[in-house]
C-alpha cells in the first residue's frame, strides 16, 4: 500500500480552500476555528497521533492564504471604483490571449489582465489586481504580455477579478512581451503552419493536442469529444506534458545525458512547456500533474507519485487558492490519483489471464474514468459508456500527434518544409483521434442521460466507490470481465426504448420543429398554453399530439414571422383553441393576414403588464411596452416587437423571450432589474447578436434553443453557448436533442429529451 500520508496533506489543503471560498466570512472562520480547536485537543488527549497536524497545518495555512487574497481583492481600490463606473487611467499588463465573444452592440476582445497602476478622482495607486478587459472588436489586438496604458470605465466584477475593464479610449503600448513570450508565440504560429494544409478538422485538433490551443476547432466536433470523453486532449493537460517532457527525456538519455543533467533537462522541459502553453493557473495545474505523473512512472513510482500529488495539490493551492473550485483542478487531481492508486491494482488483476499491455492500456483509462465519473456527470449531467473504449483506441495516436505536433513546430522556425514533413504524420493522427470521436458519438447509446441533482450525484458516487474493492475481483476473472464488456457492449448498440410521453412531471415543452420556435406550458390534463406555432403544421401538430394535448385555451404568437407562425394550423387541427393573443405590429403583412385566415380572425394584442392564470400557468406579459422607440439600426422591428412572457408552472419560473434583440433586451434588463428564472428560452435561435450581460444575470438553470438542424445562419453561436453554460445554465437544443420537456420530480427541476 502506498503512503498516504501526502494525499492526506493535498485533502486537507483542499477542504482549507474549500471552506473560505464557499462558506461566507464569519462561517468559514469559525470552522477554522473549531478545526484548530479540535485538532489541538485531540492531539493533547491522544485521541489521534500527531501525523493529524500535518493536513490540520496545511488545511489552516491555505484557508489563511484564501482569505488574504479574497481580502485583498475585495479590498481593492478598483472594486470601490467599480461600483460608482469611475473612468480612470490604468496601466496593465496582459496575461492571456485574446478570446472574441459577442455583445450587446457587436464583438467583444475578452482578455484577462493585471493592474499595476490607477489613477482617478485626483489619487493614484500602486497595486497588483487581476481585472477582465472587455474591448470592442475596433480595439487593437495585443500579444499576451504587453503592458499598456489606457482610459477605462470600472464595472463591478465577480469571482477571482476585483473588475470588469470597458476602455474608452485607444491603449498606448507601454512596454513589449518579454522575450519568452515572444518566442512562446513564434512555436505556437509555427505548429499551426506546420499543419496549415491538412484536413480543417486535423489543423486544429494538432494545436490543441500540443499546446491546448483550440479556438477553432469546430463546436460539433468539440460535442463528440465530450461524448466520448476525450475532452481532456483538446485542453492543456498533465497528458500533454508527460508526453512532451518524457519524449524530451528519451532523448536525453539517447544523447548520453545521466544523473543530475537528467533531471535538469526535464525541468527546462517543463518550464519550456509551461511558457509555450502560457502560465497561467490552469497550465501550471496541469504541469504539476503531469510532473506527478512523470515521478509516477520511475522506480518506485507508485509510491513516490502518490507523495507527490498530496504535494503538488498543496503547493499549488497555497499559490491559487481558487483552483479549488475549478472542475479542470477537480477533474486533473482526481484522475491522477485514479491511475496512481486504482490502475496499479486493477492492472495486476487483468494480468492473471492477459499479457501485461493489454492489462495497462484498459486499467489505466479505466482508472481514471472511474475517478473522474462525478464531477463528469455533475457538469454534463451525462455518464459516458464509451469514454474507455474510445480512449483505448485514441491513445496510440495521441502520443505521435503531440510529440511530432511540437517537434514539427520548433523545426519550422528553422525551415518550414521540414516543420511540415515532420508534423504530417501528426495531422494523420489526429484524423485518427477525429474518427474515434465522431464514431464514439455516434454510437446509439454512447453516453447515458443521469441528473445533476444530490441525490443523483451522491448515488453515481457511491457506486464509483463500490468500484474500487470490486474492479479486481470481476477484472481478475476472465469469465466475469468478459460477461461485463459484453453486457456493454449491447447497452450502447441497442438503442433503449423512448420513455413514455409525455414524461410525468412535465411542466415545458420546446418542440423540434427546425428553424422555428413552437413552446408549450402545461396548463392541466390535455391542456396547454402554446407560444410560437413554429414553421410547418405537420411538425407542431405531431409535438402536440406526443403531449397529449387536447385543448388551447390560450395561444400566443410572438410575432408574425413565418418561422413561428407557420404552423397555426397545426395548433387548430382537432384542438379547442379559446383565445389567440399576438404582437401588435402586424408586420410582416403576409404572416399577419395569414395567421387571421387561419383563426378566423384578427390576433388581440398580448396587454402589456397583463398577469393572468391560465388552468396551473400564470402569465405576466412584459414586453412590448407601449410606447417604444424604434429599434436600433441593423435589427428587426418584427423581432423586436415579440411579446415576452414570465411564466410560472409548478414552481418553475420561465422567460420566453421571442426573437428579441439586443436593444429590446437592454429595454428589458432595465424594466426587469434583479429578474431571476429557471429556464430561459434563448432569444432568436441562439442568434450571435445578444445582450450576454442580462442572459447570464437571470441565473437560469436551463437554457433552451429552438433551432433547426443544418440551418443557414450558424445558429446557435458558439460564443453564446459558451456564456450560458459558463454561468451556469444547461443547454438544451432542439436540432441536437429533439423535444426537449422540462420536468419537476420530488421537487427537483429536470430535463427529458426525445430524439
Not at 451525462?382 to 500527434?401: D, I, M
Not at 423540434?512 to 396548463?523: H, K, M, N, P, W
Not at 390560450?554 to 389567440?580: K, M, N
Request: net charge negative.
Amino acid at each position: 500500500m502506498p503512503d498516504l500520508r501526502a494525499v492526506a496533506l493535498g485533502l486537507g489543503a483542499w477542504a482549507g480552500a474549500l471552506v473560505v471560498l464557499v462558506l461566507p466570512g464569519w462561517p468559514a472562520l469559525g470552522t477554522v476555528a473549531a478545526a484548530v480547536v479540535a485538532g489541538g485537543t485531540g492531539v493533547v488527549r491522544r485521541w489521534w497521533s500527531l501525523a493529524w497536524l500535518g493536513p490540520l497545518g496545511a488545511f489552516v495555512a491555505v484557508a489563511g492564504v484564501a482569505a488574504l487574497q479574497h481580502s485583498l481583492l475585495t479590498t481593492s481600490p478598483l472594486v470601490l471604483l467599480a461600483d460608482d463606473g469611475a473612468v480612470v487611467d490604468l496601466e496593465l499588463e496582459l496575461t492571456s490571449d485574446v478570446r472574441v465573444v459577442s455583445g450587446q452592440y457587436g464583438d467583444l476582445q475578452v482578455v484577462r489582465a493585471t493592474v499595476a497602476r490607477a489613477e482617478g478622482r485626483g489619487r493614484a495607486w500602486s497595486l497588483a489586481a487581476p481585472v477582465v478587459v472587455m474591448a470592442d472588436a475596433d480595439w487593437p489586438r495585443l500579444p499576451l504580455g504587453t503592458t499598456v496604458a489606457t482610459t477605462a470605465r470600472l464595472v463591478p466584477g465577480d469571482g477571482d477579478v476585483a473588475a470588469l475593464v470597458r476602455p474608452t479610449g485607444e491603449p498606448t503600448v507601454v512596454a513589449e512581451p518579454g522575450v519568452w513570450w515572444d518566442a512562446a508565440a513564434a512555436v505556437r504560429r509555427s505548429v499551426r503552419a506546420a499543419v496549415a494544409g491538412r484536413d480543417a478538422d486535423a489543423r486544429e485538433l494538432v494545436p490543441a493536442l500540443v499546446v491546448g490551443d483550440d479556438g477553432g476547432l469546430d463546436p460539433d466536433l468539440a460535442d463528440d469529444f465530450r461524448t466520448t470523453g476525450l475532452t481532456h486532449l483538446l485542453a492543456v493537460s498533465g497528458t500533454n506534458l508527460t508526453l512532451v517532457v518524457g519524449f524530451l527525456l528519451v532523448l536525453g538519455r539517447w544523447a548520453g545525458v545521466r544523473g543530475p543533467w537528467l533531471y535538469a533537462l526535464g525541468v527546462l522541459g517543463i518550464v519550456g512547456f509551461v511558457l509555450t502553453a502560457r502560465a497561467e493557473p490552469s497550465v501550471v495545474r496541469a504541469a504539476a500533474m503531469g510532473s506527478v505523473a512523470l515521478v509516477g512512472m520511475g522506480r518506485n513510482g507508485r509510491s513516490r507519485g502518490v507523495r507527490g500529488l498530496g504535494v503538488a495539490v498543496l503547493g499549488l493551492l497555497l499559490v491559487w487558492p481558487r483552483l479549488a473550485v475549478t472542475a479542470g483542478f477537480a477533474l486533473s487531481a482526481l484522475a491522477t490519483a485514479g491511475i496512481l492508486l486504482l490502475a496499479p491494482v486493477w492492472r495486476d488483476a487483468l494480468m492473471r489471464w492477459t499479457p501485461r499491455w493489454v492489462a495497462e492500456a484498459v486499467s489505466v483509462p479505466l482508472a481514471a474514468q472511474v475517478a473522474c465519473t462525478p464531477v463528469v456527470a455533475a457538469l454534463s449531467g451525462q455518464v459516458s459508456l464509451v469514454a474507455v473504449g474510445a480512449n483505448l483506441l485514441a491513445a496510440p495516436a495521441v502520443a505521435p500527434a503531440t510529440v511530432l505536433g511540437l517537434s514539427g513546430g520548433l523545426l519550422g522556425l528553422v525551415w518550414g518544409p521540414i516543420g511540415v514533413a515532420v508534423a504530417a504524420p501528426a495531422a494523420w493522427s489526429a484524423s485518427w483521434i477525429i474518427a474515434v470521436a465522431r464514431w464514439g458519438a455516434g454510437i446509439p447509446t454512447a453516453a447515458v442521460d443521469w441528473g445533476t441533482g444530490p441525490v443523483a450525484l451522491g448515488l453515481l458516487t457511491v457506486l464509483c466507490l463500490l468500484a474500487v474493492p470490486l474492479g479486481p475481483r470481476v477484472l481478475g476473472r476472465q469469465g466475469s470481465t468478459l460477461a461485463c464488456t459484453g453486457l456493454l457492449v449491447v447497452v450502447m448498440l441497442v438503442r433503449p426504448p423512448s420513455p413514455a410521453w409525455p414524461p410525468d412531471g412535465w411542466v415545458l415543452a420546446m418542440c423540434d420543429v427546425g428553424q422555428g420556435d413552437a413552446l408549450v406550458l402545461r396548463a392541466g390534463p390535455a391542456s396547454a398554453v402554446v407560444v410560437d406555432a413554429g414553421p410547418e403544421p405537420e411538425a407542431t401538430d405531431a409535438c402536440l399530439d406526443r403531449l397529449e394535448v387536447d385543448s388551447v385555451p390560450l395561444l400566443v404568437l410572438t410575432h408574425f414571422h413565418a418561422d413561428h407562425v407557420g404552423g397555426v394550423a397545426g395548433v387548430l387541427d382537432g384542438r379547442d383553441v379559446e383565445v389567440v393573443e399576438g404582437t401588435g405590429l402586424l408586420d410582416p403583412p403576409d404572416g399577419a393576414g395569414d395567421v387571421g385566415r387561419a383563426v378566423g380572425r384578427d390576433p388581440a394584442p398580448a396587454a402589456y403588464g397583463l398577469t393572468r392564470r391560465v388552468g396551473e400557468v400564470t402569465l405576466q406579459t412584459v414586453w412590448p411596452r407601449p410606447g417604444a422607440g424604434p429599434t436600433d439600426p441593423g435589427e428587426s422591428a418584427p423581432n423586436n416587437a415579440s411579446v415576452v412572457l414570465v411564466a410560472e408552472v409548478a414552481g418553475v419560473r420561465v422567460l420566453l423571450t421571442g426573437d428579441v434583440e439586443p436593444s429590446a433586451q437592454s429595454a428589458l434588463a432595465r424594466d426587469l432589474a434583479g429578474l431571476r428564472v429557471d429556464v430561459l428560452k434563448v432569444p432568436h435561435h441562439g442568434s450571435r447578436h445578444q445582450d450576454l450581460d442580462w442572459l447570464t444575470s437571470l441565473g437560469a438553470r436551463l437554457a433552451l434553443v429552438s433551432v433547426g438542424e443544418g440551418n443557414d445562419y450558424g445558429h446557435p453561436a458558439p460564443d453564446l453557448l459558451a456564456a450560458l453554460s459558463a454561468a451556469g445554465a444547461g443547454v438544451w437544443r432542439t436540432d441536437v436533442s429533439g423535444d426537449v420537456v422540462v420536468v419537476v420530480r420530488d421537487g427537483e427541476l429536470g430535463v427529458v429529451a426525445r430524439d
